[in-house]
Antibody, heavy 121, light 106 residues
C-alpha cells in the first residue's frame, strides 16, 4: 500500500523558516516525481513545487520561488520542502503527493494526510 | 492556464445524477484530472487523462471532454460522494487547479 507521511509543520513567526518532510513507503520511491500542494484554510488547492524522480528537474510556483527549496533523498525515500521568509499567505495544510506522467507536468495519484503550517506572530 | 469550475455549489438528492464542469482558459488536450476531497481529508484522485478512472474508483464516476471543456459525471449519487471536487490541468507548467465544486445533499 502506498503511504505518504508528512511531518514538520507547526507555528512559525513571519519571516521565519520551517522544513517539511515527507516519507514514502509501499512503492519504489526513486521512480516517481514528488510534489507539494497546499491548501489555505477554507480555500482550494494550490500547487507549490515538484521534483523529478532523479532530482534533476525542479519546479516552483511563482508564489514561492526564491523562498522555498525542494529536495529529495532517494536512499531515505523522502522529499523535503525548506520554507524561508514565511508570510501569513503561506499558512496552509501542505500535502505531499506522488506525481504521474513521464516528464511532467504531473497528476497526483497518491496524497499524504497533510501537515499544517501556521505563520503568525 | 486558468481552470474555472461550475457551478460553485451543486445540490443533488441521493440516487440522482450530478454533472460538474471544468473549463480551461487554453487547450490542455486530455491532460486533465479530477480529485475528490471529503471534509477533513486529503484529496484523492478520481480521473486522469480526462476520462480514465483511477484504480479502485467506482464506475458511477465518469469523465469526458478534451481541449478546454471537461465534465465529471456521477451517476446515482451515494452518501459518500458528497464532497468537494477539483479539476487540475497537467498539460503545462504551472499545474493549476479549479476553485472546486461543492456537491451537497439536497
Amino acid at each position: 500500500e502506498v503511504q505518504l507521511v508528512e511531518s514538520g509543520g507547526g507555528l512559525v513567526k513571519p519571516g521565519g523558516s520551517l522544513r517539511l518532510s515527507c516519507a514514502g513507503t509501499g512503492f519504489t520511491f526513486s521512480t516517481y516525481s514528488m510534489n507539494w500542494v497546499r491548501q489555505a484554510p477554507g480555500k482550494g488547492l494550490e500547487w507549490v513545487s515538484s521534483i523529478s524522480s532523479t532530482g534533476k528537474n525542479i519546479y516552483y510556483a511563482d508564489s514561492v520561488k526564491g523562498r522555498f527549496t525542494i529536495s529529495r533523498d532517494n536512499a531515505k525515500n523522502s522529499v523535503l520542502l525548506q520554507m524561508n521568509s514565511l508570510t501569513g499567505e503561506d499558512t496552509a495544510v501542505y500535502y505531499c503527493a506522488r506525481g504521474r506522467r513521464a516528464g511532467g507536468p504531473y497528476y497526483f495519484d497518491s496524497w499524504g494526510q497533510g501537515t499544517l503550517v501556521t505563520v503568525s506572530s | 492556464t486558468v481552470m474555472t469550475q461550475s457551478p460553485e455549489t451543486l445540490s443533488v438528492s441521493p440516487g440522482e445524477r450530478a454533472t460538474l464542469s471544468c473549463r480551461a482558459s487554453q487547450s490542455v488536450s486530455s491532460n486533465l484530472a479530477w480529485y475528490q476531497q471529503r471534509p477533513g481529508q486529503a484529496p484523492s484522485l478520481l480521473i486522469y487523462g480526462a476520462s480514465t478512472r483511477a484504480t479502485g474508483i467506482a464506475a458511477r464516476f465518469s469523465g469526458s471532454g478534451s481541449g478546454t471543456e471537461f465534465t465529471l459525471t456521477i451517476s446515482s449519487l451515494q452518501s459518500e460522494d458528497f464532497a468537494v471536487y477539483y479539476c487540475q490541468q497537467y498539460d503545462n507548467w504551472p499545474h493549476t487547479f479549479g476553485q472546486g465544486t461543492t456537491l451537497d445533499i439536497k
